[in-house]
C-alpha cells in the first residue's frame, strides 16, 4: 500500500495585491522503506509541500485544490485537532536547525519523554527508557548520560540525532525531512543520512528528503521529483533523473552542482528562465586600484599561530581552564592565490579567518602580512583597510536597519579612503557591477533574497578595494543554482583584480573548484597542505582521505 499520495496538490497565499500560488498542482507518493528526494531552487515550493502535509501552513497560506492522503485516507480536510493528533504520531518531521526545534530550557530527555508519553501513552519509567533506547539507535553515544544533559550540551550534529529521535518517538509511517544536513560538515552529513537510508529499510519508514544538494539526492534517494516555481517538472527513479534527464530546468540545475571528480574554470549557470544576472566584472576592474602580484612571494606568513578559549574561569589564574581551537598552525598564502581551509566544525577554521582579520586576538605566533609583522602592531587600520571578510550567512551579516548604500559606504567611510560624492559614486558604481543595480542602495536588506544579500556583501567587501578577501563558507547557505554565481564572481574577482583569497568551506568539491592550494584541519591542527589536485588525488595523511571518502562521489550524474 502506498503510504503517501499527494494528487494535484495547489496551495495558495493570497496577498493584497494578488493571489501568489505556491504549489500548482503537485503529485507526489512515497512507498514503505522508499526516501523520495524533493529538490529544487528557494522558491520552488518544496517546502511548501512538507508544511502542508503536516499541517503546518503560515497563514494565510491554504490548500486550495487535490488531496493528500496517508494510508489510503484524505487528510488534507482534516480540522486543526484530527490533524494535530495525527502529527507525530503517524508523520513526523526532522527540521532544518535543530536549535531551533529543541528547546534550549529542557533536557534532551524531558522533551523525549514527553513526546513519547503523549503518543504512545506510557509511564514516566517506561517512556524514558524508550528514550534512552532511540537515543542509542540514532547512535549518541553513552546515552543513559546524556539523555539528562541540554541541547547546547551537544554537537551540530548529535543535536540532529536527537531531532531524528524526537521524530521516530511515536513509530511513524512517515517522516518529512527538510534540509536536515545543510548546515553540517561532509562527515556528520553522511553519519545522518546512513541514519535515515538505515530508518528506511530497517523500519520501512517511508521519507521524503528535501534538499537542493544534488549530492544528497544522488546517495541517499529512491525517486527523486525535481520542483520549479511551484511545479513538478520531472519525477522519476534517481538514477534515471540525475543520470539521463529529460526536462532542460532539470539539465540547468544539474550542471551548476560543483563536480568532485575534476576542476573546471567557470561553474555552468541555471539558466533556465532567463534569471541570470550580468556581474560586470571588467567595467569594475578598469577603475580598481590594482597592486602587481610577484606569486614567489607570500602576502601572509602565518607561523605557529595559536588561540585559546577559556572553558572553566576562576578568580586565581593558575586555576582557570582553557580550550586551544587553534594549535601552533603555520601556512602561508603567496599573492593572487586562493589558499582553501577545510575540516569539521571546531577544527579551528573560521577562528583561523578572524584572527587574520584582527577580529580575535592571539596567543601564540605570528602574522606577517606584505612583509610587516601586524600580531603586536598597535594600529591596525592600514592593515584591515586591506583586508575584507564575507561571511556566512547573508541574512545576519547585513544591518536590517540600514540601507544598502549605507551598508556598501560603511567600510571606506570607516577607514577614511572616500566620502561626500565620490563615496556615493562608488557604492553605485558597486550595486551595478555587481547586477543589482545603484536604485537597490534606497532599500533594505528584507528586501532582497539570499543570493541578492551575497552579492551586497560581496559589494561591501570591495568598497575599500581591499588585496586581500577571507570568505568564511560563502555559500552554504544558498542554493546550487545561486552558488554557482557567486563562485563565479568570485572566481572573477581574484582573477581580474590581483586579488588573493582565504577560502573556508566544508563543501569539499567546491573546494577542488576554487582554491589553488589547500590546508585540513582537524582538532586545531593543521594536518596538512597541499595543492588542490594533489590533495584530493593523492591525499597523505589519514584523516584527509577519511573526509574525502564521505565526499558525494555523484556517480551516473549528467555532467550537464
Known amino acids: 500500500m502506498t503510504l503517501l499520495d499527494i494528487s494535484d496538490l495547489t496551495v495558495a497565499f493570497p496577498t493584497r495585491k494578488a493571489t501568489f500560488i505556491a504549489v500548482d498542482s503537485a503529485n507526489l507518493t512515497v512507498e514503505p522503506g522508499q526516501i523520495h528526494g524533493l529538490v529544487g531552487e528557494s522558491g520552488a515550493g518544496k517546502s511548501t509541500i512538507g508544511a502542508a502535509v503536516m499541517g503546518l501552513l503560515d497563514r494565510p497560506g491554504h490548500i486550495t485544490g487535490g488531496t493528500i492522503s496517508l494510508k489510503g485516507k484524505s487528510i488534507s480536510g482534516l480540522d486543526r485537532e484530527a490533524m494535530q493528533s495525527l502529527r507525530g504520531k503517524e508523520i513526523s518531521m526532522i527540521f532544518q536547525d535543530p536549535l531551533t526545534s529543541l528547546n534550549p530550557l529542557l533536557t534532551v530527555g524531558d522533551q523525549l519523554i514527553e513526546t513519547i508519553r503523549n503518543h504512545l501513552g506510557l509511564n514516566e519509567a517506561d517512556a524514558k527508557e524508550r528514550a534512552i533506547d532511540l537515543l542509542r539507535q540514532v547512535r549518541i553515544p553513552d546515552p543513559d548520560t546524556r539523555i539528562d544533559q541540554y541541547p547546547h550540551q551537544f554537537s551540530g550534529g548529535m543535536r540532529q540525532r536527537v531531532v531524528i529521535a524526537l521524530a521516530l518517538c511515536s513509530e511513524p509511517d512517515v517522516i518529512i525531512a527538510d534540509e536536515p544536513t545543510t548546515a553540517l560538515d561532509v562527515s556528520v552529513q553522511a553519519q545522518i543520512l546512513e541514519l535515515i537510508k538505515d530508518l528506511a529499510q530497517e523500519k520501512q519508514v517511508g521519507v521524503i528528503l528535501i534538499t537542493h544538494d544534488m549530492g544528497v539526492i544522488a546517495d541517499t534517494t529512491d525517486v527523486v521529483t525535481v520542483m520549479y516555481r511551484g511545479k513538478v517538472v520531472e519525477t522519476g527513479p534517481t538514477a534515471q533523473v540525475l543520470g539521463q534527464p529529460s526536462h532542460e530546468y532539470t539539465k540547468s540545475l544539474i550542471s551548476a552542482v560543483p563536480r568532485p571528480d575534476t576542476k573546471m574554470h567557470r561553474f555552468p549557470l541555471v539558466s533556465y528562465g532567463g534569471r541570470e544576472t550580468t556581474f560586470q566584472i571588467e567595467d569594475l576592474a578598469r577603475n580598481w586600484k590594482k597592486t602587481e602580484l610577484d606569486k614567489s612571494k607570500p602576502l601572509f606568513e602565518i607561523r605557529d599561530l595559536t588561540k585559546k578559549f577559556l572553558k572553566k574561569p576562576a578568580l586565581i589564574p593558575s586555576r582557570r581552564e582553557f580550550s586551544t581551537a587553534v594549535d601552533q598552525v603555520s601556512f602561508d598564502i603567496k599573492q593572487g592565490e586562493v589558499f582553501g581551509v577545510v575540516g569539521e566544525s571546531g577544527s579551528g577554521k573560521s577562528t583561523i579567518a578572524r584572527m587574520i582579520a584582527g577580529l580575535y586576538g592571539v596567543d601564540g605566533g605570528t602574522i606577517t602580512f606584505d612583509g610587516q609583522e601586524v600580531t603586536g602592531a598597535q594600529d591596525l587600520s592600514s592593515y584591515r583597510s586591506q583586508i575584507q571578510m564575507i561571511f556566512q550567512d547573508p541574512y545576519s551579516s547585513l544591518n536590517p536597519r540600514m540601507r544598502i548604500d549605507a551598508i556598501i ?133 589519514a584523516y584527509t582521505q577519511e573526509l574525502l571518502s564521505f565526499m558525494p562521489r555523484l556517480d551516473g550524474v549528467a555532467t550537464g
Open 409 to 541: 559606504a560603511e567600510p571606506a567611510r570607516h577607514h577614511g579612503i572616500l566620502s561626500g560624492k565620490a563615496l556615493q559614486h562608488r557604492v553605485d558604481e558597486l550595486l551595478d557591477r555587481v547586477g543589482l543595480g545603484a536604485a537597490a542602495g534606497r532599500k533594505y536588506p528584507h528586501e532582497f533574497s539570499g543570493g541578492q544579500r551575497q552579492r551586497i556583501s560581496i559589494a561591501r567587501a570591495l568598497a575599500t578595494q581591499p588585496r586581500f578577501l577571507i570568505c568564511d563558507e560563502p555559500t552554504s547557505a544558498l542554493d546550487v543554482s545561486i552558488q554557482a554565481q557567486i563562485l563565479n564572481i568570485l572566481k572573477d574577482l581574484q582573477e581580474h583584480l590581483n586579488l588573493t583569497m582565504l577560502f573556508i568551506s566544508h563543501d569539499l568539491p567546491v573546494i577542488r573548484q576554487m582554491c589553488d592550494r589547500v590546508g585540513v584541519m582537524k582538532n586545531g591542527v593543521m594536518v596538512e597542505q597541499a595543492d588542490t589536485e594533489s590533495l584530493f588525488t593523492a591525499p597523505q595523511h
